[in-house]
């Protein structure tokens, strides 16, 4: 509609009734950002011509308060990084860790925290398929995915004690041991759940509105995506095998069976059907693990105080729930990290919206933010 | 490729443009690279076939004020080969300046803002060099090592 | 028999008794009607407090939630506690809005969609006027809400509200076409344009116009509940891109009327469904046995009809604004036309030239 | 073939759209699929190691606190919202004086309660409306903090369990 008044316009060359740039602040107050990430975006009529992400509005500089903390402490605030998905980062910190200074965890607690992480995973997407759902408009997968994520939540509470930032994985090992009904319950959890993927798939997957708005919106190009630096879910919708599971393996992700997932089309429904099937590995992955953890210890032997050696440094990369994060250690041979960098999936995922909604309507700019899984946390660290 | 291939492999290919290669005591292969041949070595690096680091994963800077210099540190990755190698190049720390390697990976536009908004470091040839975490009339450069952290705590009443 | 007509006469009855008493019998003419109005406002509000109420719980029950449970029993009284609230409430008005339109356009939006209750009959004669041209009544008043929500989005000097009233107006009028398309055939067959035509043509043909009409009647709910920016048609409120659209500066009373104006939509529009296909005050042929009065089945399918319509709204997720109007002109429109083709092809063979 | 396929995409996307409403309208029907809490008349137990409040642990027979002001846990806090003292009592052992825990720099981590050798620190699971008015209430002392361990015996595997925590933090 606005399409066909402006090209009459612009007909006659110089225009009698010329048009503005209409520019609206999304944020950092909006109900579809997910926290406080700003976005002004310049409009002609319904269409965007321009998406500027402005950051810091949650930045505490993490970064800087690792250079103060001792190994050990520096965990506490990894989970803060990105609270949807805690337990990963704290595995991503304790691995550099670990590999700094050449720690081996126990068998036992290799496993344990592989079925921790994995269940992090489903809860992180359970959220995220809420959420995505929520700014396409059908608010009803929230509360679905709310529903099951609290499982997971009291299943994480039982053994650690929180429910959201769990200082579970520390260096060297895990916290504390799980109870023993833990392994029933977690069971009984997961044959809950599997059918509950089919009944999300019901309501979405192939909802004609929901095709609508997602299909062919957004498109990654694999070129595009690869330079720009997307990674995890976002970029493996567009058929790049970028798994750091399958292609650097830690923990003992070489010895269970799962599924790269791969779509080939990069809009925002192949990177919702790589996170719909991620979950389905993801309880694989799960079973699997339950069913080799043997007793054992759960934590290395390690002196009482950690020290990095001096001039050592350490790149580690795990994938986390929204992709890839890696973690840059520097040790100068004291307890405290000379420097601590996290690459966050969230940061270099969220530098291609720009692209993205270029010369889309407004509404898509919530359907591609919701697809790329942004975390506000992970991006302003 | 092995990191210690990458390493021998890098010593003779680029015999003029790198300052040192190392295996790291973690076993990580990095490659000192002095500030002139920088954006050529990553451009080699990221096109010709056998190394195709396709994946800039990271890039930041390590703060050193008693040597008096900030290095700036990029880590990369082909999802071709699966390996991995970190560059290093050097500034000057009172007027750290280096060249930009967005036109290689565009990935490289957003951390090499967060690294002039938290070390100081100008990125030359960068098309959009704003701070980007702190506020824009921000004065200071907070990552580094002599950045004061005064006021900013909020004691209970 | 315990039937609204006679309802209507006793109340009546009563009434010319009571203007008798106060000597007022002359009057009668011009007061009545004022009377059928206050017991319809009344009772309206009453049916759309219970209906945002059941929204509520039915949105509740669909999360596995609970809902409003602690006003009253089940909560019932939870709207009525909203409604003090919201007329109690602090009138936050923005300093640059435009102050005329800004004030009239939450009672526009309230006024338009409630006369349309006006010509729904309820049960045989329980109407407030019976106009001969019903339907063409409803869809021309409904049609003002558009004059509101543009006054509102503009007036209110919010760039969001601006966008939001831009696009009702677009999704109201292109609407607007499938939904008197799809009431055509059954005008072609009935000959009439009186709703409570229409129910004693089905009553006396037999069977709902549903029946021949399916298609007709899933286009003109879809139609309608795009007409009361209902989800999945909210696009003009939108509350993940655009806040609140037109009515994100509104608050307190006005914010109320804009609300209870969008409820009153959808008894409209649920109500006209009913009596077009689903035979009105009819009751349901293999449950005649209940003998129950004609208004009380009446209910009974405006409420399912009003569930499938809420149904909708927590079951779906939200139409882009040139998806919608896609929709509307590539789909909804050419599937009304052949509907209608179809139906007087059909017609004409059945029944030869001289049908009705 | 395109009006074929025009009918058809209307009849799928038809049914998918009746799939959904099933889902819906299974849980609408379903009255018992209920999952929320009334809070504050139910109140669910939380389970045993649940961080909710750190106390400290006071010996009721010997009239004093378990805490030796080791000064382990202000060490072991990544905040620094541990404040204590203690003094050298006459019979040469240390006790603390003064012990001040602030809540509002607290993030739960639980490294302090790991940290404490003594058994005089704890977390307790049945205290977790930790919300205050005034932002001054949350700089507690010894005596909002004092807390009398119940009699109650701990499950045999759960206290096996407790054991192995190593205290493995501090700089």
Not at chain 2, 50 to 66: Q, V
Not at chain 3, 164 to 187: C, H, M
Request: proline share 5%; hydrophobic share 45%.
């Amino acid at each position: 509609m606005t399409d066909l008044l402006l090209s009459q316009v612009k007909v006659g060359g110089e225009s009698q009734f010329g048009t503005d740039e209409y520019v609206v602040n999304l944020g950092p107050q909006h109900p579809a950002t997910h926290g406080v990430l700003r976005l002004i975006v310049k409009l002609d009529g319904e269409t965007v011509k321009e998406t500027v992400p402005v950051l810091g509005y949650l930045h505490r500089s993490i970064e800087k308060i690792c250079e103060n903390r001792t190994y050990p402490q520096c965990i506490t605030y990894t989970d803060r990084i990105d609270y949807v998905s805690a337990m990963s980062v704290n595995y991503a910190f304790a691995l550099a860790t670990e590999k700094l200074m050449n720690i081996e965890a126990p068998a036992r607690a290799q496993w344990l925290r592989m079925i921790f992480i994995e269940l992090q995973r489903l809860a992180s997407h359970l959220l995220w398929m809420g959420a995505f759902a929520g700014d396409i408009g059908a608010l009803t997968p929230f509360l679905y995915g709310l529903r099951e994520r609290e499982r997971i939540l009291d299943l994480f509470e039982m053994t650690c004690g929180q429910r959201l930032t769990y200082n579970y994985i520390r260096i060297g090992g895990v916290m504390i041991d799980i109870l023993p009904d833990f392994v029933s319950k977690c069971i009984a959890f997961l044959d809950y759940f599997e059918p509950k993927i089919d009944e999300y798939e019901d309501l979405l997957t192939y909802n004609p509105i929901f095709l609508e708005r997602t299909k062919g919106v957004g498109v990654i190009s694999p070129e595009m995506g690869i330079n720009a630096g997307v990674c995890g879910p976002s970029l493996r919708g567009s058929g790049i095998a970028c798994d750091v599971r399958k292609q650097q393996p830690y923990l003992y992700y070489d010895q269970v069976k799962f599924a790269e997932c791969i779509e080939t089309a990069g809009d925002c429904w192949s990177r919702y059907k790589v996170r719909m099937r991620e979950m389905r590995e993801s309880v694989s992955i799960i079973r699997q693990s339950l069913e080799r953890l043997e007793p054992g210890p759960i934590e290395a032997k390690m002196p009482p105080v950690l020290k990095a050696p001096l001039n050592s440094e350490i790149y580690s990369r795990i994938e986390s729930s929204r992709g890839e994060m890696g973690v840059y250690l520097v040790g100068d041979g004291t307890a405290k990290p000379w420097k601590a960098k996290f690459r966050c999936a969230s940061f270099s995922n969220l530098y291609v919206l720009d692209q993205l909604t270029k010369g889309w309507k407004v509404a898509d700019i919530m359907a591609v933010l919701g697809s790329l899984d942004m975390i506000v946390p992970e991006v302003d660290r | 490729m092995t990191n210690e291939e990458l390493k021998s492999k890098i010593e003779v290919d680029f015999k003029n443009d790198i300052q040192t290669v190392i295996i790291s005591a973690q076993k990580e292969a990095i490659v000192t690279v002095s500030p002139e041949h920088y954006v050529a070595l990553c451009q080699k690096l990221c096109e010709e076939k056998e190394y195709f680091f396709n994946h800039l994963s990271s890039l930041t800077a390590i703060d050193f004020p008693k040597e008096n210099k900030i290095t700036v540190v990029s880590h990369l990755w082909s999802y071709k080969h699966f390996h991995q190698l970190t560059i290093k190049v050097v500034a000057d720390r009172s007027n750290p300046k280096v060249a930009t390697l967005e036109n290689i990976w565009k990935s490289a536009n957003w951390f090499e803002r967060e690294v002039f908004d938290l070390y100081g470091v100008v990125f030359e040839g960068h098309s959009d060099l704003r701070r980007i975490m702190m506020p824009d009339d921000y004065k200071k450069f907070p990552l580094r090592k002599d950045f004061a952290d005064d006021g900013f705590i909020v004691k209970p009443s | 028999m315990f039937t609204g007509e006679n309802i209507i006469q006793i109340v009546s009855g009563f009434l010319h008794w009571a203007y008798a008493q106060v000597g007022i019998s002359a009057l009668a003419g011009a007061i009545d009607p004022v009377i059928t109005a206050i017991v319809m406002f009344g009772f309206i509000s009453v049916f759309v407090m219970f209906l945002v109420w059941m929204e509520r719980k039915v949105s509740a029950h669909m999360q596995s939630r609970i809902g409003p449970n602690r006003v009253g029993p089940f909560g019932l009284l939870q709207t009525v506690a909203d409604a003090i609230k919201l007329t109690t409430k602090e009138d936050v008005k923005p300093v640059n809005r435009d102050k005329i339109p800004y004030f009239i356009a939450p009672i526009v939006a309230f006024v338009a969609t409630f006369m349309g209750m006006v010509v729904i009959p309820f049960d045989k004669g329980m109407v407030v006027q019976d106009l001969n041209v019903g339907i063409l009544y409803i869809i021309a008043i409904t049609g003002f809400t558009v004059i509101a929500i543009l006054t509102a989005g503009w007036s209110s000097n919010n760039k969001f509200a601006l966008l939001g009233g831009f696009r009702s107006a677009a999704q109201i009028i292109s609407y607007e076409v499938p939904l008197v398309l799809s009431v055509v055939p059954i005008i072609m067959i009935t000959g009439t344009l009186s709703l409570s035509g229409i129910v004693e043509y089905q009553q006396q043909a037999g069977y709902w116009f549903i029946f021949p009409q399916i298609v007709a009647f899933i286009i003109f709910i879809t139609s309608a509940t795009a007409e009361a920016n209902r989800a999945p048609f909210d696009i003009p409120e939108a509350e993940s891109e655009l806040i609140g659209g037109f009515h994100t500066e509104y608050s307190g009373v006005k914010f109320a009327m804009f609300f209870l104006g969008e409820y009153i939509a959808v008894v409209v529009s649920s109500a006209v469904a009913v009596t077009l296909f689903l035979g009105g005050w009819l009751p349901v042929a293999f449950l005649g046995f209940l003998h129950l009065p004609g208004f009380i089945w009446f209910l009974i399918k405006l409420v399912s009809v009003i569930y499938l319509v809420m149904a909708f709204r927590w079951t779906f997720p939200r139409l882009r604004v040139d998806q919608l109007m896609d929709f509307g002109w590539k789909v909804l429109i050419p599937l009304s036309i052949l509907n209608i083709l179809i139906t007087a092809s059909v017609w004409l063979l059945l029944y030869g030239k001289g049908a009705q | 073939m395109g009006i074929l396929k025009y009918f058809k995409d209307i009849f799928s996307g038809l049914w998918n759209l009746l799939v959904g409403l099933s889902v819906t309208s299974k849980y609408f029907l379903n009255f018992k699929a209920v999952t929320t809490q009334q809070y504050p008349e139910e109140r669910l137990p939380l389970p045993a190691r649940s961080r909710s409040m750190i106390k400290l642990i006071y010996d009721g027979e010997k009239d004093q606190f378990n805490c030796v002001a080791c000064l382990m846990c202000a060490k072991a806090c990544p905040n620094s919202c541990i404040k204590l003292e203690g003094v050298r009592q006459a019979d040469g052992k240390r006790r603390m004086t003064t012990f001040k825990l602030d809540f509002s720099t607290c993030i739960f981590c639980g490294y302090c309660v790991e940290a404490c050798g003594f058994d005089a620190l704890t977390f307790v699971s049945e205290e977790y409306e930790n919300a205050v008015y005034k932002r001054g209430s949350l700089l507690q002392d010894e005596h909002a903090m004092k807390w009398v361990r119940q009699a109650q015996p701990i499950a045999p595997e759960e206290q096996k369990k407790e054991t192995v925590i190593p205290a493995v933090v501090g700089a």
